[in-house]
């Protein structure tokens, strides 16, 4: 069963300083790797999607990595700000069109 | 404009008491989830119907049930809620199929239960 772990729960970096999120996964045949950030109370908002066969994704200031070999997805966001304040969470596919396994998610605070 | 409308987004009810929270979306996407999210938990899937393909997770209680009437909209039905369904739900959809986006995930606002 796959089992998706998403560690520190919470954090705190001074506004400017890189963001650096991580999630690993138990069962490395996945099919891709998503992550999401999510507002209290709250949906969520995709934030950016790894195909099993990429390395990594790219969108504005985050940056997403994927090794599947060891199980392990991290997320950059460069040049923190106040806003960047939410939880984020990443999800793996096992298949195609397969429900996504979440982690708990890492809730990042950027003090002004 | 919001693209999965999710509505109420805060419902309350007593313990017992049937409740349905409803969703509906623009994207006309084959795929259709409900989440349950907990307080700093993961979303937890409830159903999803692929189509009219309904597919309920092993775990999911039988006090919730689901329909899906059409493409556009989606229930949630608690038939006797209890103290322990109180949460956040989320609807999501996704397009389905093979290519690129496929798989992406596109959630509501979620609907806040609270029991009394």
């Known amino acids: 069963k796959q089992e998706v772990t998403q560690i520190p729960a919470a954090l705190s970096v001074p506004e400017g300083e890189n963001l650096v999120l991580n999630c690993s996964f138990t069962?490395?045949?996945?099919?891709?790797l998503q992550w999401f950030r999510q507002d209290p109370g709250k949906g969520l908002t995709s934030l950016l999607l790894?195909?099993?066969?990429?390395r990594e994704q790219t969108s504005g200031r985050l940056n997403a990595s994927l090794d599947k070999s060891s199980g392990r997805s991290t997320l950059y966001i460069a040049a923190s700000q106040p806003g960047d304040s939410a939880t984020y969470l990443c999800?793996?596919?096992?298949?195609?069109?397969?429900?996504?396994?979440f982690g708990k998610g890492t809730r990042p605070s950027v003090i002004a | 404009d919001a693209m999965v409308i999710q509505n109420p987004r805060y419902q309350v009810t007593q313990f017992g008491k049937p409740v349905t929270l409803s969703c509906s979306q623009t994207?006309?996407?084959?795929?259709m989830y409900w989440y349950q999210q907990k307080s700093s938990q993961a979303p937890k899937l409830l159903f999803h119907?692929?189509?009219?393909?309904?597919?309920n997770e092993a775990d999911t209680p039988d006090n919730f049930q689901s329909r899906r009437p059409n493409t556009s909209f989606c229930f949630l039905d608690i038939r006797s809620p209890g103290l322990g369904d109180a949460a956040m739900y989320l609807c999501?959809?996704?397009?389905?199929?093979?290519?690129?986006?496929?798989?992406?995930?596109?959630f509501g606002a979620g609907s806040r239960l609270t029991v009394l």
């Open positions: 999501a959809t996704s397009r389905g199929g093979r290519g690129s986006g496929a798989n992406v995930l596109t």
């Open positions: 999800a793996v596919e096992r298949s195609g069109n397969t429900p996504l396994v």
């Open positions: 790894i195909q099993s066969s990429q």
């Open positions: 119907y692929y189509d009219k393909d309904f597919n």
């Open positions: 069962d490395s045949a996945i099919y891709n």
């Open positions: 994207l006309n996407h084959n795929v």
